[in-house]
């Protein structure tokens, strides 16, 4: 799983994740189905499934094979009848969304769920029509493994459909696919679909950008035009909420744009990939260097003398083309912005951008409508300065910074080893150290005004990035940073982790800092240590990207029970599902899972990820289960992130007694 960029407001980010438990111990869907008789030879067979509150079961028809597994029909034919079309399914809850720990966008149902297939009958012969179905249901925190129900439909019971039968009580017309099964985005009755913290992100950028010497400027010159050449006050107010509809309204469009040349499926897998990440890396170095003054990025000057040309139009169609000036004449400063924004909206689904460019364009275009509503407030807001400068160098050297988390993702993926922890958490302590320099007046860069007094709100920016400097400065001879953990590259990938693994610093002894794993990726080796030993396998399901796993490395494996059972009691095994190394060509295969789901192995972590999703029916990392040496499941159920520690001690103690009694 992937760690990607959070902007300048998200540093630390939850993710979603999923455990499987054993099916007997919970039953929260219940399956029915009856026959209907449509006359001429043609029956509806329907299958309906009450869901508990708070779990969901997944549609036919996902986006990729690499998530969960989709419900599943499948139908003992024979020559005495036909199908009529496919499986159709909807709900009055369904839901589609982009799930972090599945890297995908899921449709799922909840509450009361009809499928329902038609047939023909081709002899009189046929009475019965049987099968079986698979669903996977899961829940907030955990999935349940798939399972299998047996169903017979019995055509002599068959009744006339109710005229008033509805297949939903919300009926869906059209199936969640299209003609190819993949999702129809178009015919799908979405809810929380929007990415709420990607608009939020945007909303964050939106507020900062307005901050910047090519946009607060126009803040009072913009609102000034409106109030004098309005006929009203009333008129000026509604001119200003048009012109900040219209900045929405492009921005927004710039994000469905996106959405539409490149579509979801597409975006999930740039945000994830090496090399767009050092495409990102390399983007958000450009635009933070233009932050600092070494160069204008600007768009076409062509392009603005158009829009402005057409904006003196007047009326509605010239205050769109102010809008359209402003988006062009403000580029060098929004841009970068921008860009960074776009580049973290890959991790949001088919609307991820069009969600945070709404945040961001409804965050730039309030001051405008605000001040137009309330012009007398413009004489509070700050003169114009070299302080909207030092704002735009701020960003800068925090785009900067936040640009080697994507080299460092980048870095993981390949195993180059160039950006370890040491260096990475080097380049943040000097970034932070640059941004408080700055602010104090100790380092100028071309464009900056004369330094002459610190302001309050300088001074406490100033000292917060100097607090942040201090707290860094351990994390290099091996602390652990709690407050940014994840970000980082993990203690493991460090020039001295054979210093700072299991327990030990670099002056001998001292506190648990990283506990290292007995076995990366090698699970023949670890179940012979096990087998030598006694111990059972404890097989730790993470990524090389993903932040929730370092969380857990860095928070609570370090806790000294934790750390004392995971290097005393248990053979440690750490397998990578994002692991990039290619097995040899003749074990390279496509594998199916139970339900009909098919992963295709060709990495390493593809046979890690396909035993995952085999044996737990999740995919999610971090995950944690107990195994003997043969290999057999000591726990049915395995748990994944939790950032309480005794939850995790709860579960490890749970597996050694279940162990011990039975080995």
Avoid at 27 to 52: C, H
Avoid at 221 to 241: C, D, E, H, P, Y
Avoid at 247 to 275: E, K, R
Wanted: charged letters at 20%; one cysteine or more.
């Amino acid at each position: 799983m992937s760690i990607r960029f959070k902007g300048f407001i998200l540093l630390l980010v939850s993710y979603l994740v999923i455990s499987s438990v054993s099916g007997q111990i919970e039953d929260p869907v219940k399956w029915k189905w009856k026959a209907y008789d449509l006359g001429n030879s043609e029956y509806e067979l329907v299958f309906t499934s009450d869901i508990e509150e708070h779990w969901h079961t997944y549609s036919q028809y996902l986006s990729s094979n690499d998530g969960p597994l989709p419900t599943w029909f499948s139908f003992n034919e024979s020559e005495g009848w036909a199908k009529v079309d496919s499986v159709m399914e909807c709900s009055n809850v369904t839901i589609t969304e982009f799930d972090p720990n599945f890297d995908m966008e899921l449709a799922y149902f909840e509450g009361k769920v009809n499928w329902w297939q038609k047939i023909k009958l081709n002899s009189d012969t046929v009475t019965n029509i049987k099968g079986f179905l698979s669903f996977m249901v899961c829940d907030e925190s955990k999935c349940l493994p798939p399972k299998d129900i047996d169903f017979d439909f019995d055509l002599s019971q068959a009744t006339a459909k109710p005229a008033d039968f509805e297949m939903c009580p919300e009926p869906v017309k059209k199936a969640l696919h299209d003609e190819n099964g993949a999702l129809d985005h178009d015919n799908i009755e979405e809810e929380s679909e929007t990415p709420w913290g990607l608009f939020i992100l945007g909303l964050g950028l939106g507020f900062a950008a307005v901050f910047t010497p090519c946009v607060f400027p126009l803040i009072p010159m913009t609102v000034s035009f409106f109030t004098k050449q309005s006929k009203s006050k009333a008129q000026g107010i509604r001119n200003a909420l048009f012109y900040g509809f219209c900045i929405i309204f492009i921005y927004t469009g710039l994000g469905l744009l996106i959405s539409a040349i490149f579509g979801g499926d597409a975006l999930y897998a740039l945000s994830s990939h090496p090399v767009f990440n050092l495409f990102l890396f390399a983007i958000l170095i450009l635009f933070g260097l233009s932050f600092l003054g070494a160069f204008d990025i600007q768009l076409p000057a062509s392009w603005a003398n158009k829009a402005d040309s057409a904006a003196d139009r007047g009326g509605l169609i010239g205050i769109f083309f102010m809008a359209a000036t402003l988006a062009i004449v403000s580029f060098s400063c929004t841009g970068p912005i921008v860009g960074a924004a776009l580049g973290e909206s890959a991790s949001g689904g088919f609307l991820g951008p069009a969600a945070i460019m709404f945040g961001f364009s409804l965050a730039l275009s309030l001051p405008f409508m605000f001040f137009a509503a309330f012009p007398g407030w413009l004489n509070a807001l700050p003169q114009s300065g070299g302080w909207l400068n030092s704002v735009k160098v701020v960003l800068g050297l925090v785009e900067i910074g936040f640009a080697f988390k994507f080299l460092s993702n980048a870095d993981l993926a390949y195993q180059w080893h160039f950006l370890e922890r040491e260096l990475f958490i080097t380049i943040w302590i000097a970034v932070s150290a640059c941004i408080t320099l700055y602010l104090f007046g100790k380092l100028r860069f071309p464009h900056d005004s004369p330094f002459e007094k610190m302001s309050i709100p300088r001074f406490l920016f100033g000292f917060m990035f100097f607090i942040m400097t201090i707290y860094l400065l351990p994390g290099i001879w091996g602390a652990p940073l709690k407050l940014i953990a994840g970000f980082p590259p993990p203690a493991f990938y460090a020039e001295s982790a054979g210093a700072f693994a299991n327990g030990g610093d670099s002056h001998g002894g001292g506190p648990t800092l990283h506990i290292e794993p007995d076995f990366q990726n090698d699970l023949e080796a670890a179940r012979k240590k096990a087998k030598e030993e006694g111990k059972p396998v404890l097989v730790d399901y993470t990524g090389w990207t993903c932040v929730n796993c370092r969380k857990m490395e860095e928070n609570v494996w370090i806790v000294p029970e934790v750390a004392r059972i995971l290097k005393e009691e248990v053979v440690l095994l750490s397998l990578y599902t994002d692991d990039r190394s290619e097995i040899p060509a003749a074990q390279q295969r496509t594998e199916t899972l139970e339900g009909g789901s098919t992963i295709k192995i060709k990495r390493l972590g593809d046979e890690w990820k396909y035993k995952e999703a085999k044996d737990h029916g999740t995919i999610a990392q971090p995950f944690y289960c107990f195994e003997d040496f043969e290999g057999n499941l000591i726990l049915k159920e395995g748990v994944g992130y939790d950032p309480d520690p005794q939850f995790f001690i709860d579960f490890l103690e749970k597996g050694l007694e279940k162990f011990n009694s039975s080995y």
